[in-house]
């Protein structure tokens, strides 16, 4: 389930989530709120749940008061 404002889809794939997340953010954009997009330093991340190297669900609130990392990278640069 990826939330993005006020919207929110639930997504079977990382690429479903990408795609859906470009398409939240293309409909700001052609509306003029493009201030939506960013946050400003010192706000809170959103909260959102992924999956982790191993497939298992990980929200962003699983780990309150911890320093977290995203690392994005392209399907096509995985071992394997």
């Not at 052609?30 to 982790?52: H, I, N, S, V």
């Not at 962003?60 to 995203?70: A, H, P, R």
Request: with cysteine; aromatic share 8%; net charge neutral.
């Amino acid at each position: 389930m990826i939330v993005f404002g006020s919207r929110s889809k639930q997504c079977a794939s990382t690429m479903e989530a990408v795609n859906a997340l470009e398409a939240f953010a293309v409909e700001i954009v052609r509306e003029g709120r493009q201030g939506e997009l960013m946050l400003k330093p010192g706000d809170k991340a959103p909260d959102f749940t992924g999956r982790d190297h191993n497939g298992n669900s990980v929200k962003l609130s699983d780990f309150t008061g911890k320093t977290v990392v995203l690392w994005f990278y392209p399907r096509a640069d995985t071992p394997g």
